[in-house]
């Protein structure tokens, strides 16, 4: 199949599978897409928001209709790296033998990431990064494709623990959930007091979603589409000479390559599922909040005047 036919096969695709989703899911709209350009691109999401907004129910949802393996692992104060990674112990021959974390998996749900302490939250580090994890010194690979999929309380609420920058970098997009509106609220209600059960159909396999991740790696930019992301992230930089004025005054840090490199990726997979064979600027807007919104680091003086991540984003814009 050539990649033309392959780009009009994923505009039908990723329509069906947005109404797969939508039986069990209402609304989300702009989440949902995020999440599957990430899956698209093989990075990774974190989604943000105040608990009840159905953060797990659309993970679980979204690994159903894609088809892939999926393991949630619930993150809690007394969680330790072994619990997620798995351990050695000793078998009857009193050999040591590796019984798997919950880690491997196609899709892991790490649920209410920012719940357990910093030494359990880099447990993920690896395996986000190099798809393997280090166990008494043997690298165990995982299984492709691989993607964590965390969902973090807001910061300000009690019994959380700041994710590291180096964490949160890792992240292709951070996500923000809003309260739904009363319309769909109402829609949530109907659906979940009536005795009526929805059956997501898988729509994809593991060989598909790989060969969506190979054709979105394959789709050609333009070097002025690579410049104006470079651009972009370059300037939310404060330490930079050529910085501007507002972000000197605003930004303790700005966003490392790995963001310009995500812009890059979303941006040829937010052009695919429109049905476009190359990305433009549009679509580097397309997804550059979700991409820039953890990666810039305020200071004291823009938490006082209320400037919120988005504020400073759009400024650069």
């Not at 994890?133 to 300000?156: C, M, R, S």
């Not at 040829?268 to 600027?281: E, L, Y």
């Not at 990666?295 to 400037?307: H, L, P, Q, S, T």
């Amino acid at each position: 199949m050539s990649d033309v036919a392959a780009i009009e096969r994923l505009v039908v695709k990723h329509a069906e599978l947005k109404k797969e989703i939508a039986k069990i899911i209402v609304g989300q709209d702009e989440v949902i897409e995020q999440i599957l350009l990430s899956i698209y691109t093989g990075g990774h999401s974190l989604l943000i928001g105040v608990p009840g907004l159905a953060k797990t129910l659309m993970v679980n949802t979204i690994a159903q209709a894609i088809g892939l393996d999926f393991k949630r692992i619930q993150f809690t104060p007394d969680l330790m790296p072994s619990d997620i990674l798995g351990s050695e112990v000793l078998d009857q021959n009193r050999n040591f033998k590796f019984i798997k974390g919950p880690i491997f998996s196609n899709i892991v749900l790490a649920d209410e990431i920012n719940r357990t302490p910093p030494k359990t939250q880099a447990a993920l580090l690896e395996a986000m990064q190099e798809r393997a994890v280090t166990i008494a010194g043997h690298q165990h690979k995982l299984d492709l494709p691989y993607f964590v999929l965390a969902t973090q309380n807001p910061i300000e609420q009690e019994g959380t623990y700041p994710l590291p920058e180096a964490q949160l970098d890792r992240f292709m997009f951070a996500i923000e959930l809003k309260y739904p509106s009363i319309a769909e609220e109402i829609q949530v209600v109907k659906n979940t007091t009536a005795d009526r059960k929805q059956v997501v159909n898988p729509l994809f396999n593991s060989q598909d979603i790989i060969a969506i991740q190979d054709l979105v790696r394959r789709i050609p930019v333009a070097d002025n589409v690579v410049e104006y992301a470079v651009k972009l992230v370059n300037s939310t930089r404060p330490n930079l000479d050529s910085a501007s004025d507002f972000v000197k005054q605003y930004l303790d840090w700005g966003a490392g390559p790995r963001a310009s490199q995500n812009l890059i990726l979303g941006a040829k997979a937010n052009a695919a599922i429109h049905g476009k064979f190359s990305p433009d600027i549009e679509d580097v807007h397309a997804v550059v909040k979700g991409i820039l919104r953890h990666r810039i680091i305020k200071n004291y003086k823009a938490e006082a005047e209320g400037i919120s991540e988005e504020d400073i984003i759009d400024r650069l814009l």
